[in-house]
């Protein structure tokens, strides 16, 4: 039966996904566009998938579909444009990789976080890591900028203190990012594994967390710059790292 009313229960629920605090209660999310939810019955998280009528006999081989109607679609979409193309998909609790770790404490803006993971998918950082006040993983505006990177990498919170002092244990190196004038050379931790952490777009890295810090990195700039982008400094040193290895 077409879903043609936004006010439906199941429409309801799914808008609800878009919340923080109902994805981390519920284990799910919502996302929008054919090549993510083309990826997510890929990677077998999609668990509901709604489309318009146009796109109802591309997916007719899943096994929960359910059609809508064009304002049905609208009332989903954060865009102003939408392919009509919904899936909601469970959160998945995955192992952490034999990998490097991006680390990122209080980060607030989508389109950052969502460039980072971006950036740790092409550089080999593979566990994304972030501290419990930072965006969801899960927001909208997240995901459109991870491109789908998302599916593949470990994305977790976490009380950063105790999980940095946890990596120390196991001879993992943590590199901060502290505006201050020492800084080591990347050439220091060639071939050993390392934790990447980066701070919240206007105060930096949180004070008990820089002081667990083994090596501060700084990108190196135009003396006339006063800082570079929390994604563009994190997605600089990931390459360096990456290229060196």
């Known amino acids: 039966m077409k879903i043609?009313?936004?006010?439906?229960?199941?429409?309801?629920?799914?808008?609800?996904?878009?919340?923080?605090?109902?994805?981390?209660?519920?284990?799910?999310y919502i996302i929008e566009g054919l090549k993510m939810v083309d990826l997510a019955i890929q990677k077998k998280v999609a668990e509901?998938?709604?489309?318009?009528?146009?796109?109802?006999?591309?997916?007719?081989?899943?096994?929960?579909?359910?059609e809508i109607s064009d304002n049905v679609s609208?009332?989903?979409?954060d865009?102003?444009?939408?392919?009509?193309?919904?899936?909601?998909?469970k959160i998945e609790e995955k192992e952490d990789f034999d990998s490097n770790y991006l680390i990122l404490d209080n980060v607030q803006d989508p389109g950052n976080l969502g460039t980072l993971i971006r950036s740790a998918f092409a550089f080999g950082f593979k566990n994304v890591i972030c501290s419990k006040d930072s965006v969801s993983f899960y927001n909208p505006k997240v995901l459109r900028a991870t491109q789908s990177n998302h599916f593949d990498l470990n994305l977790r919170n976490e009380d950063l203190k105790s999980f940095i002092n946890n990596l120390k244990q196991s001879n993992i190196i943590i590199l901060g990012t502290l505006l201050r004038e020492e800084s080591n050379s990347l050439e220091e931790v060639k071939g050993k594994k390392v934790a990447l952490i980066l701070g919240n777009e206007g105060k930096g890295i949180s004070q008990e967390v820089s002081e667990i810090i083994d090596k501060n990195i700084k990108v190196k700039t135009n003396p006339d710059l006063e800082s570079l982008n929390v994604s563009i400094a994190g997605s600089i040193i990931m390459n360096n790292i990456f290229s060196m290895n």
């Open 4 to 28: 043609t009313s936004v006010n439906n229960n199941l429409i309801e629920e799914v808008l609800s996904y878009k919340e923080t605090k109902v994805q981390k209660e519920k284990g799910k």
């Open 48 to 66: 509901i998938i709604l489309v318009e009528t146009r796109h109802l006999d591309k997916y007719k081989d899943f096994s929960n579909v359910v």
């Open 74 to 77: 609208n009332k989903l979409t």
């Open 79 to 89: 865009l102003k444009t939408t392919q009509g193309v919904f899936a909601v998909c």
